[in-house]
């Protein structure tokens, strides 16, 4: 399975600010994706990360909040924008195993916002 | 787009029973199902996946079943042991390299 490595592993920030949080993957993969995992809860799909383009982002999502980079197939951050203490969560990077379809998780980045 | 209901949200069971857990989804296209393990503070790995072109798949203890008509896959564990505590959680997706769309996950406590 490939190496996700996923940085800041944790943060804490105050409101208003911004934080970026950067995946870098061992291997060229096709899809990156991110996810949101509020405390005690599910994993929620905020967006797709495409290589070369836009990112695609689920429903409840904008750019302007989230904006995505993918600059190459093994590379891509995600900007918490303007944070406020709802946006204190575990954020996870994850890819897809372009042989077998597999999805793995990078390690998170545990955000507290102040 | 793809919605997984999950069921039940908590289980508790004694070292050596099994434990069952249920997942629906509501699009017709989905073909992969994977089940995650989320110990404390730690990220979800992968345990056990089913494609739809398989009924039912098993590895050691843990087994999953698949009923693509009625949309509803389980994840069986046999001879629980304390370490298997933990949150699963339940995902579909088309195999076509879309995201996973996962359940909102079980809290499985073995008691010894």
């Known amino acids: 399975s490939a190496v996700i490595s996923q940085k800041p592993s944790r943060d804490i920030c105050q409101r208003g600010t911004s934080l970026t949080i950067q995946c870098q993957v061992d291997?060229?993969?096709?899809?990156m994706f991110w996810y949101r995992q509020q405390p005690g809860q599910s994993l929620t799909l905020i967006a797709t990360?495409?290589?070369?383009?836009?990112?695609?982002?689920e429903s409840g999502f904008v750019i302007d909040k989230f904006p995505i980079s993918r600059p190459n197939l093994t590379f891509s951050t995600l900007t918490v924008s303007n944070m406020s203490p709802e946006d204190s969560s575990i954020y996870l990077c994850?890819?897809?195993?372009?042989?077998?379809?597999?999805?793995?998780f990078g390690s998170g980045t545990q955000l507290s916002v102040l | 787009g793809e919605n997984v209901e999950q069921h039940p949200s908590t289980l508790s069971v004694q070292e050596g029973d099994s434990a069952v857990i249920k997942c629906t989804y509501s699009?017709?296209?989905?073909?992969?199902f994977p089940w995650y393990k989320q110990e404390l503070g730690k990220r979800p790995q992968l345990i056990i996946d089913?494609?739809?072109?398989?009924g039912e798949k098993k590895d050691q203890r843990i087994a999953v079943t698949l009923n693509k008509t009625a949309k509803h896959f389980s994840l069986h564990i046999t001879e629980t042991q304390p370490e298997d505590s933990a949150v699963y959680f339940c995902?579909?997706?088309?195999?076509?390299?879309?995201?996973?769309?996962f359940g909102k996950g079980t809290t499985l406590s073995v008691s010894s």
């Open positions: 994850s890819v897809r195993d372009r042989v077998n379809e597999k999805l793995f």
């Open positions: 995902a579909a997706s088309r195999m076509t390299g879309t995201a996973l769309i």
């Open positions: 089913i494609r739809s072109n398989v």
């Open positions: 990360a495409n290589q070369g383009s836009e990112a695609t982002y």
């Open positions: 291997s060229q993969v096709t899809m």
């Open positions: 699009d017709s296209a989905s073909n992969y």
